[in-house]
């Protein structure tokens, strides 16, 4: 089969597509015909040797995937060739064929294309975790969230699911064409992404009161200032760093005020403990489903690539001006 696979650490520009042995359908596992897989940041990343886990080499890179069902082990009993699903695997997803564990793959609606359905696991699930889950976010209907970065996939998801749940969502975007797509996407309102302001417009917003729950992907100097926009009792949740700065969240403010830190890996859930956490993932597509169903998510793809054409999805996904997903689509 066609992919691409990782030798020796390098740069996305660098990327080719070689011949590489089909993957071996595991008695657990499901072997999927691949119709869109996403590229990211955290990709980039690790393709280079710098990202938190560094994979033994050789290996193809990829941790979700989109496309028909064409073979099952013989521990599996959920699915059956010819079903659409979307999966989570830990390497394998750059490539026509993956193999991924039934536990973390999970069907798609025949209404949802594969690209779109890409998104519910790079973006979507980890925002529906962090904003609904009891021991997170746990966000109310009449209750206000701000989110940062809302304008990068996970903000986006984060903006859509938050409204959806009933909240009031303040939006902090760094230029004007990010705060009208955030505003698109079911923002109420939206604020300037400056960590020397973000406080005084959010405080103007909530006539003084603050809000009660913050979603970073951002990081930096920007949760520093976040932590300023809660409300007594309010809560943050870090959930990434593209800012490229990990903040240091001073403990006496979180005392004084009487915050909540929570942080979500999901991955935690998805590959690390996939089995013990699978009802509780699986629930978490089907809600995605039922959103999307109800024209309350609509997943943005920016760009599709070929196979062929994978450092150029990379350079799509590095250019910081560039809002919504980008895929590759190995199936010529």
Request: hydrophobic share 50%; proline share 6%.
């Amino acid at each position: 089969m066609r992919a691409i696979r990782i030798d020796t650490w390098t740069a996305p520009d660098r990327l080719q597509v070689v011949d590489a042995p089909a993957p071996v359908c595991g008695t657990d596992d499901v072997l999927i015909r691949v119709h869109a897989a996403p590229v990211s940041f955290a990709l980039s990343l690790l393709i280079q040797g710098k990202y938190q886990r560094r994979p033994d080499l050789p290996f193809v890179p990829g941790n979700t995937v989109a496309g028909e069902v064409v073979a099952c082990g013989s521990g599996v009993a959920r699915f059956r060739p010819g079903e659409r699903v979307v999966a989570s695997l830990e390497f394998g997803g750059l490539a026509e064929y993956a193999a991924a564990p039934a536990a973390c793959t999970y069907s798609i609606p025949d209404s949802l294309p594969f690209a779109e359905a890409t998104a519910f696991n790079t973006a979507y699930n980890s925002a529906l975790a962090a904003l609904t889950w009891p021991r997170l976010l746990a966000v109310a209907a009449g209750e206000t969230v701000l989110i940062l970065g809302a304008a990068g996939n996970v903000g986006t998801a984060a903006t859509e699911i938050a409204r959806a749940c009933g909240a009031t969502v303040i939006a902090a975007a760094s230029t004007p064409a990010k705060r009208d797509w955030a505003l698109r996407h079911g923002a109420h309102h939206v604020v300037a992404a400056g960590s020397d302001t973000l406080a005084e417009e959010v405080r103007a917003l909530t006539a003084g009161t603050g809000v009660d729950a913050v979603l970073d992907p951002v990081g930096g100097a920007l949760t520093r200032s976040a932590l300023s926009c809660l409300r007594p009792e309010g809560r943050l949740l870090p959930i990434g760093f593209a800012s490229g700065e990990i903040p240091q969240i001073p403990a006496n403010i979180v005392m004084v005020k009487n915050l909540t830190i929570c942080g979500l890996y999901m991955g935690f859930y998805k590959i690390d403990a996939r089995v013990r956490h699978e009802a509780a993932v699986r629930a978490l597509f089907d809600r995605l489903g039922r959103l999307h169903r109800d024209g309350a998510i609509r997943p943005d793809i920016a760009a599709r690539f070929p196979l062929d054409a994978a450092a150029a999805a990379f350079a799509a996904v590095l250019d910081r001006g560039r809002m919504g997903h980008v895929v590759v689509t190995p199936q010529r």
